[in-house]
């Protein structure tokens, strides 16, 4: 049986050097070919037209010398001094002129000749790693500034279809890569090709933005507002004027799009929108819902509803990271009901996991701006959320003070004997109701010193023991000489630096921002009321030390002295900030 052409032609390929093989086929192959009839030379002639073709593209993309020239241009940016800025802006615009001078060719092959479509995605993906790369570099210069590419792209004809204005190198690049999943999809490409490169645009985060260019009526966004890629205009008094449809097909660029390329965006909207749509029902998270949403608005009480089935029906197991994702899909939705759901959820007693404290405060945050019914729905979730932030502060300042129970006794024995009163005689109004402002560094001044109070404060300190920072802990002595525990040497030291540590900057700042919310409730006798319900879960302890005036600087000032404790500065701060925040008015 005669073998194919092809095999016999590969065999040679293997067995001989260019050169030679070369020189093999021009002696016995050549004089063959130009013998056949017409029909069959004409054949033979298409394809190596074609075959042509894409050996020219592959050249005019020259991938290997312009991602090196790219590549360079970072590498020197990243070597270059801080201090002369100057020439970081120069490499910078460099750089950006180097990508905004491959653009253009890169659409004239892949889009309007239809070549390599693989290597134009490919170079695109480079332009935009690169693109990133150039912002997000460390320099005294705003890149936003330099962000301005010198791009005219032209058809064969020399008609403008792409002119750089107003618009980054990032909208120019999107803009190709746009037409060259509309030019692909157009010309029955691979269909394994066409999903790879939905695929990428899928994880490169890019789906919602490629979504919105597909739109050939640029959809506005769910809000109303104009999409964000289109300049904002105003007019004579200042109000922002809104594109209609002409207009924004003008300012995308889409007037060059052939009708087949149009015919093509529903399949490559399909295909973007399949590859989200896979993603959220595996794994729901906001930037997916919101690029589903800004897409296609009437996905949105679909979405909802099955993350409404994922998040809230009892029995489906759960992650707290997957939490963190319902809290913002149903923030983005404007879902209060389901938002006021989750909050009962992950705050209930007992729940299987610790959820992120910034989470549960946003959602507070966001639904004391809803509607009176929902922000008196939220109330008693503020209130947890102050609690269990005074709570981290308050389990701190009974570790440092190791005998405050016996303290807080001698107080009372001082209180019921008159030799201490609840508030200082010496203090004006003004003063007993001060507040102050809890700053992460920096000093504090004192209250104003009662001479008549500092003896039965000291005594107080005294009796409150004191446990400097990186001393043994009590709970080391649950295991004695005699057990049979030996603690590992390297998980004692790594344990020991972590009692070196004062009260962390984020539980005051979480305590902080708790307290800052409790401000913008509407009603000044129920944010009371809520100050209370905290102090009182501190029960006698807590009513001494908000209402002894004294108590709680004679503590604070006790974690202040830097020379016998530096580890304990924070903590002197986190008293006086429950104090300022909780104490009655």
Known sequence: MTQNPSVLLDNLATLRDSKNFQALIRRHLYPTLDSLPEQQRSSIATALDVAHEEFIGVGLIAFHTKSHEITDGLRVLKETPGMFYESQGEIMEDVVRSIASWLPILWHVGVERGLEHGLVHESLKFCLESYHKLRDTRTQLQFIDLDHPDLIIKDHTGKLVYRAEWQT???????????????????????????????????????????????????????????????????????????????????????????????????????????????????????????????????????????????????????????????????????????????????????????????????????????PVVQSRTRMHLERGLWSAHAIIQDEIYHAFYDLSAAWIYLRDQLDSGTLTYIAPAQSASQQTRRETFN???????????????????????????????????????????????????????????????????????????????????????????????????????????????????????????????????????????????RSV
């Not at 507002?225 to 004027?241: H, T």
């Not at 002409?246 to 007037?255: F, G, P, S, V």
């Not at 093509?264 to 729901?284: C, D, H, I, N, V």
């Not at 005594?459 to 802990?473: I, M, N, R, V, Y």
């Open 440 to 582: 992460p560094s920096g000093s504090y001044r004192r209250h104003p010193a009662d001479p008549t109070r500092d003896p039965v404060l000291k005594a107080f300190c005294e009796k409150a023991g004191w446990t400097p920072a990186g001393e043994k802990d009590i709970d080391d002595d649950m295991y004695s000489d005699d057990d049979a525990y030996e603690e590992d040497p390297d998980r004692r030291r790594a344990r020991r630096c972590i009692e070196l540590e004062d009260l962390s900057l984020e539980a005051i700042l979480s305590f902080q921002a708790w307290f800052e919310l409790l401000g913008t409730w509407p009603q000044a006798v129920e944010r009371e009321e809520m100050k209370a319900a905290v102090r009182a879960e501190w029960g006698d302890d807590g009513r001494l030390f908000f209402n002894v005036e004294g108590v709680a600087d004679a503590l604070a000032c006790r974690c202040d002295d830097m020379k016998s404790d530096p580890y304990r500065e924070r903590l002197g701060r986190g008293i006086r900030l429950l104090y300022t925040s909780l």
């Open 169 to 371: 190198t990032e909208h120019a690049i999107l803009w190709v890569w746009r037409d060259l999943l509309l030019s692909s999809s157009s010309r029955g490409q691979d269909e394994n090709l066409i999903e790879k490169f939905a695929t990428d645009i899928k994880n490169l985060k890019l789906t919602d933005k490629l979504l919105m260019r597909l739109d050939p009526e640029v959809s506005p966004s769910p809000t109303g507002s104009n999409p964000s890629f289109l300049p904002k205009s105003y007019n004579a008094n200042g109000k922002l004027q809104l594109y209609d449809a002409e207009e924004r097909r003008d300012l995308l660029m889409n007037a060059h799009l052939s009708s087949e390329m149009r015919s093509a965006g529903p399949k490559a909207e399909y295909l973007l929108l399949s590859r989200e749509m896979t993603a959220f029902e595996q794994k729901p998270t906001a930037s997916t819902f919101k690029a589903l949403v800004s897409a296609r608005p009437e996905l949105k009480e679909h979405l909802i509803a099955f993350a409404r089935t994922k998040f809230l029906e009892p029995g489906n197991s759960y992650h707290s990271t997957d939490f963190k994702s319902a809290f913002e899909i149903f923030q983005l939705a404007g879902a209060d009901q389901e938002l006021l759901q989750l909050l009962d959820k992950v705050t209930a007693p007992g729940r299987p996991f610790s959820m992120e404290t910034h989470v549960l405060r946003n959602a507070v945050s966001y639904l004391l701006g809803r509607t």
